[in-house]
């Protein structure tokens, strides 16, 4: 076991794990499913079926748009009903095909299974993860087949699988690794194949003891993955920070990992990876977290993609009171929802329902310069001194000060006594400095 | 798997009130720390001081202290009010310089130096600025130096602890007027000064000098809690400390018979309390670790030159007003690189 490196920065929020325990239960069939072409970063993907076509469950239903974009399949058998739109978690109307189920849950043949992936070229491969429509399922939702294809001249020598759940609430991730082992494993060697990485790592939160001691075992013989334990602290989970915990490279700035020859995938991924090669299987539902203070029954479920919120919640049997604020995703870095017929998307681990208690809202106040944000920044920024930049509309010197290297973690924000929205403010100037710089781009080019 | 339609339709199960739900940015959670908070901590860790010198000064003391805090509190809500913004002294900060402010004065300071002190400390140290944040002194050093160089014979009348109407000399003071003397060729009282030098009783407070300046160890002991508690860096008084023990172990070294020994520099006068409690105010000090390094560095350097060739026997107000003067540069020029800069340039490929 080599050497854990600690990044700089980062805070201990409470991990309110509530369904740390409850296994994972199979959700029961819906009568309606509500399928976003849109669940990917890059290219929405473009609907295959007509208006009242019957489909099959696991049915291609949209094709990828472009290259950076993934496929669509069928939750389920039934008749498409409408081609038209849902409420997206950022609050905008997404383009959905509206599934009514016909009980039937019938299976269309599946993908041929590849149990000799070892013998197989990893192009085949690519093109099965391809096919199966599978996006990273932590949290951005880029597509999985472009992640995995490195240009030739940056070969990738490690492959980190991403176990870490830092985000306190969630415990998809933990359920999915505790019980299903042995199938990530194999996924992770078939990725590892595919990139042609000789280190395999698997870096594990050492709040989840019970799962880095069985994949230990696990691996015991072969030692791939190699199984890392790590300190609870938020974010160890950022893909930048996790390769440095690991590796102690660190991603240049504006750089993609492949640029210090890692690749990292979450190992929900990693799980629907294997599922594609060796099953066949696309990717048409995931483990989701429901949980929270006011859930009656906190736990994870596999959900079908396009089930909505309020579903998931009736699994959870509902609530015992009023929660104050509905998150999609977990508390640092989530999307608080103002209604529950948002679809579950591929990328969607969790649910999260505060109670009024848990609610922080206060009034800002004017920073008082004590330097935490800096502290506790993993980016090395200076968050205190540009929330005040951009609370003047000096989006220059917000720009001069790289906020574009933000990566939105909440650190900063979490940690201010003076209760100031950093996270917002380097949004807006995100979105300002990127808008400039676009036009100015433009400009050139005309 | 269950094939069939579940009936989800059941009445009991509760949905939201989509409502009454929030909406607003991530993160959702807070650690719960508040400016209040702070202020609050830092005028817990100053208590056991202020006890000290009530009990060598009485109700000298307490009315001092009392008298800074209230004209304090009144002075911000009366200029929130005169400059129509909402009364935030329910952050205590008006109320920790109040207290830091008395903390600096001498025990028989009259009621109407108070007075004129916290004007000056809130009204032009703080509020002309804009209030919370945005002051780049410290407001109560602003209101001390004030007082200083327009009432000098008032700020400079130093009770003796149990003697309450001899007035005497800080052990700076007599130590600057021996050294005069040394100088002039007269050194039996210099030598006789650094030969008994009463280090038990700076520690616990028994000599002359202002409230806060008294009693070291109860300083310490605060500023130990603060740190503990991670309310105030330690980079700053450790720093500023150790910059002050540094030369002042240099200058006796180079003469032994001129110069006091560095623990009576450390413990005599106000170092302590600008170390712990002034020179770490949030908002006049660097945000950045380096930055706060060089901040405490200049201070102590800034120190030692006027205690050792300056007029005034004490110079920790100054030093941490000019290094307040500073904080805006240290922390531009000791800002950070983002993680993942490259140390060389990489090329494009």
């Known amino acids: 076991m080599s050497k854990i490196f600690r990044f700089h920065g980062g805070v201990y929020p409470p991990e309110e794990?509530?369904?740390?325990?409850?296994?994972?239960?199979?959700?029961?069939?819906?009568?309606?499913?509500?399928?976003?072409?849109?669940?990917?970063?890059?290219?929405?993907?473009?609907?295959?079926?007509?208006?009242?076509?019957?489909?099959?469950?696991?049915?291609?239903?949209?094709?990828?748009?472009?290259?950076?974009?993934?496929?669509?399949?069928?939750?389920?058998s039934g008749v498409i009903k409408e081609y038209g739109s849902c409420l997206g978690v950022n609050g905008t109307q997404w383009p959905a095909l509206i599934i009514e189920s016909d009980g039937e849950d019938q299976n269309q043949e599946p993908m041929p299974p590849i149990s000799d992936w070892q013998n197989t070229d990893p192009k085949i491969l690519l093109k099965r993860i391809e096919d199966a429509g599978i996006v990273g399922k932590g949290g951005a939702a880029f597509p999985t087949h472009v992640k995995l294809s490195p240009p030739p001249d940056t070969p990738i020598d490690t492959l980190i699988i991403n176990g870490v759940e830092c985000e306190p609430g969630l415990s998809a991730d933990h359920r999915l690794m505790l019980e299903n082992p042995d199938q990530i494993i194999e996924g992770a060697l078939i990725v590892a194949h595919i990139l042609q990485a000789k280190n395999i790592y698997l870096g594990i939160e050492d709040n989840k003891q019970d799962t880095i001691e069985l994949f230990r075992e696990k691996t015991a013989s072969t030692g791939a993955p190699q199984v890392y334990s790590l300190k609870v602290r938020y974010p160890q989970g950022a893909e930048k920070h996790l390769i440095y915990a690991l590796t102690k490279r660190k991603v240049p700035r504006g750089g993609l990992p492949l640029n210090v020859g890692c690749v990292v995938q979450n190992v929900a991924s990693i799980y629907a990876i294997y599922d594609a090669v060796v099953n066949g299987k696309p990717l048409y539902e995931r483990v989701t977290t429901v949980t929270g203070n006011p859930v009656v029954n906190p736990g994870n479920w596999l959900l079908r993609i396009g089930?909505?919120?309020?579903?998931?919640?009736?699994?959870?049997?509902?609530?015992?009171?009023?929660?104050?604020?509905?998150?999609?995703?977990?508390?640092?870095?989530?999307?608080?929802?103002?209604?529950?017929?948002?679809?579950?998307?591929?990328?969607?681990?969790?649910?999260?329902?505060?109670?009024?208690?848990q609610l922080s809202q206060f009034q800002s106040k004017a920073c008082i310069h004590c330097g935490r944000c800096n502290d506790v920044c993993p980016m090395r920024l200076t968050p205190g001194m540009l929330g005040i930049q951009i609370e003047n509309d000096r989006f220059d010197l917000a720009e001069a000060w790289n906020v574009l290297d933000c990566m939105e973690c909440g650190c900063c924000a979490y940690i201010c006594?003076?209760?100031?929205?950093?996270v917002q403010h380097m949004r807006r100037a995100k979105t300002e400095v990127i808008a400039k710089r676009q036009a100015a781009e433009a400009k050139k080019s005309s | 798997m269950k094939s069939g339609i579940a009936s989800m339709t059941e009445p009991e199960i509760r949905l939201p009130d989509a409502e009454q739900l929030v909406v607003s940015s991530s993160p959702h959670f807070h650690c719960g720390n508040s400016v209040a908070k702070i202020m609050l901590l830092v005028i817990l860790a100053l208590l056991p001081a202020c006890l000290v010198a009530v009990y060598y000064f009485g109700v000298a003391a307490f009315r001092v202290l009392t008298l800074c805090m209230l004209f304090c509190v009144g002075t911000e809500a009366l200029c929130?009010?005169?400059?129509?913004?909402?009364?935030?002294?329910?952050?205590?900060?008006?109320?920790?310089?109040?207290?830091?402010?008395?903390?600096?004065?001498?025990?028989?300071?009259?009621?109407?130096?108070?007075?004129?002190?916290?004007?000056?400390?809130?009204?032009i140290g703080k509020m002309a600025y804009g209030g919370m944040g945005q002051n780049p002194f410290n407001p109560a050093l602003v209101g001390r130096v004030a007082l200083l160089v327009s009432f000098p014979?008032?700020?400079?009348?130093?009770?003796?602890?149990?003697?309450?109407?001899?007035?005497g000399a800080t052990p700076l003071q007599e130590l600057g007027m021996l050294q005069q003397k040394a100088?002039?060729?007269?050194s039996a009282e210099l030598n006789e000064f650094l030969q008994n030098i009463p280090y038990g009783d700076y520690m616990l407070g028994n000599m002359g000098g202002s409230?806060?300046?008294?009693?070291?160890?109860?300083?310490?002991?605060?500023?130990?809690?603060?740190?503990?508690?991670r309310v105030v860096r330690w980079q700053i008084p450790v720093f500023m400390i150790a910059t002050v023990a540094v030369c002042s172990t240099l200058a006796w070294l180079a003469k032994p018979d001129l110069c006091a020994p560095p623990q009576f520099h450390l413990l005599s006068g106000g170092l302590i309390l600008g170390a712990f409690f002034m020179a770490t105010d949030p908002v006049t000090s660097p945000m950045s670790r380096l930055g706060a390094i060089l901040f405490a560095i200049g201070c102590g350097l800034i120190v030692c030159a006027i205690r050792f060739w300056g007029n005034y026997p004490e110079g920790i107000s100054f030093a941490i007003l000019v290094m307040n003067a500073m904080t805006p540069l240290l922390d531009k020029v000791t800002m950070r690189k983002p993680f993942g800069t490259q140390k060389k340039a990489v090329k494009n490929a």
Request: one cysteine or more; hydrophobic letters at 45%; aromatic letters at 4%.
């Open chain 1, 17 to 76: 794990k509530l369904a740390s325990q409850a296994g994972i239960q199979v959700a029961p069939l819906l009568e309606k499913y509500t399928v976003p072409l849109q669940m990917h970063i890059g290219a929405p993907a473009k609907s295959l079926v007509q208006k009242g076509q019957k489909v099959l469950r696991g049915q291609l239903l949209a094709e990828p748009g472009g290259y950076v974009s993934a496929a669509v399949h069928s939750p389920t």
């Open chain 1, 307 to 357: 089930s909505s919120y309020a579903d998931a919640l009736k699994l959870a049997g509902g609530l015992k009171e009023q929660p104050a604020k509905v998150i999609s995703g977990g508390p640092m870095m989530g999307v608080s929802v103002y209604s529950l017929d948002i679809p579950v998307t591929k990328n969607c681990a969790g649910l999260l329902f505060l109670s009024r208690s």
């Open chain 1, 417 to 422: 006594p003076a209760h100031r929205p950093l």
């Open chain 2, 80 to 123: 929130s009010k005169l400059m129509k913004r909402p009364l935030e002294i329910n952050d205590f900060s008006a109320l920790l310089t109040g207290l830091l402010l008395g903390m600096n004065l001498p025990p028989g300071t009259p009621s109407w130096i108070c007075l004129v002190g916290s004007l000056i400390a809130i009204g």
């Open chain 2, 153 to 167: 014979q008032a700020m400079n009348t130093w009770q003796i602890p149990g003697m309450d109407s001899v007035s």
């Open chain 2, 183 to 186: 100088l002039a060729g007269d």
């Open chain 2, 211 to 229: 409230l806060g300046e008294a009693c070291a160890l109860a300083l310490i002991l605060g500023g130990i809690f603060l740190i503990v508690i």
